[in-house]
């Protein structure tokens, strides 16, 4: 079983930058692909950022290129979501998410672990 942890989350005024990290009980070196996704209040779950474990392959929704940056910590076990440039429409319960085995990793039914979320909020 697979448990993640959120961490990071908080308020920042547009322009500032926010890291969140996601701490698993698993080793994240042995995950197939990892991923950051948000969800605006009244809004759909949408994905953030993915990256893929074997080679480091990562993958950004389009609102989010340029800002952000995914990474994994494998000596910490940990998912890190590096996010510059916040603006108010980044501001949403964000929640990690991992899949161990080959299938898609770009929408939430394809991962079966997530974690409890994180709030980010972005005052303009």
């Known amino acids: 079983q697979v448990q993640l942890m959120e961490s990071g989350g908080g308020s920042v005024p547009a322009g500032g930058s926010l890291t969140l990290s996601c701490e698993a009980t698993?080793?994240?070196?042995?995950?197939?692909?990892m991923a950051w996704f948000r969800q605006p209040p009244g809004k759909d779950r949408e994905e953030v950022a993915t990256?893929?474990?074997?080679?480091?392959?990562?993958y950004y929704g389009d609102s989010v290129k340029g800002r952000f940056t995914i990474s994994q910590d494998h000596d910490k076990n940990t998912l890190v979501l590096q996010m510059y440039s916040l603006r108010p429409e980044d501001t949403a319960t964000y929640y990690c998410?991992?899949?161990?085995?080959?299938?898609?990793?770009?929408?939430?039914?394809?991962?079966?672990?997530w974690g409890q979320g994180a709030q980010v909020t972005v005052s303009s």
């Open positions: 998410a991992a899949d161990l085995n080959p299938s898609g990793c770009h929408v939430a039914l394809d991962f079966p672990y």
């Open positions: 698993y080793g994240t070196d042995s995950t197939y692909c």
């Open positions: 990256i893929y474990t074997d080679d480091g392959r990562t």
